[in-house]
């Protein structure tokens, strides 16, 4: 429900206040150039920026006065977004690769396991280990559990534990980290 005698609220824009979006009285300005004018009155700073062709931006709202600086608006906000794309463009997402073992696996299927492994450390990502336990092996855990202590060793110096060894129903689950 709408009270009759209150306007609804101004729609907040996001960035900086632009021209007469300030509402100082005095600013302090700095030119096209990079100089600085010193503290200047509002309505003149933005007279300057219209002669020059470009805007009054505000840059520095929380001080006082508020510093502001004369530019071209448009080309300010184009960059500061080609700059948050790039950033976002350079970050890395960390995945979990998932490396599913056996208790009783061999040696050679185990030294593939052991490269793959390697291969996502070097890539950045954590590898989340299950050994699975079916039928009978469950009689045997120590088998598994020195299987995963063996790991632990063989990648002491390319990763840390994140997540120690834990069982979930009928297999274990560890999760290492690069280092």
Do not use: W
């Not at 933005?46 to 002669?51: N, P, S, T």
């Not at 793959?116 to 092996?137: H, N, P, S, W």
């Not at 995963?148 to 834990?166: F, G, H, M």
């Amino acid at each position: 429900m709408r009270r009759p005698n209150k306007a609804p609220p101004a729609a907040s824009k996001d960035g900086p206040r632009i021209n007469d979006d300030i509402r100082n009285a005095q600013i302090q300005l700095i030119d096209q150039t990079g100089d600085n004018k010193g503290t200047v009155e509002t309505v003149v700073a933005i007279k300057m920026a219209q002669e020059a062709g470009m805007d009054l931006v505000e840059i520095s709202p929380n001080t006082s006065p508020p510093v502001c600086k004369i530019m071209d608006y448009g080309k300010y906000k184009y960059s500061a977004q080609k700059k948050a794309a790039e950033a976002r463009k350079r970050q890395k997402t960390v995945e979990i690769k998932e490396i599913k073992l056996r208790p009783m696996i061999d040696d050679h299927d185990y030294d593939v396991k052991m490269r793959a492994m390697q291969r996502f450390f070097e890539e950045g990502d954590k590898v989340k280990i299950t050994l699975r336990y079916r039928g009978r092996e469950m009689a045997h855990q120590e088998i598994g559990t020195k299987l995963l202590d063996k790991i632990k060793t063989d990648v002491a110096e390319l990763a840390k534990v994140e997540q120690d060894a834990r069982f979930e129903g009928r297999q274990v689950v560890m999760v290492l980290a690069p280092r």
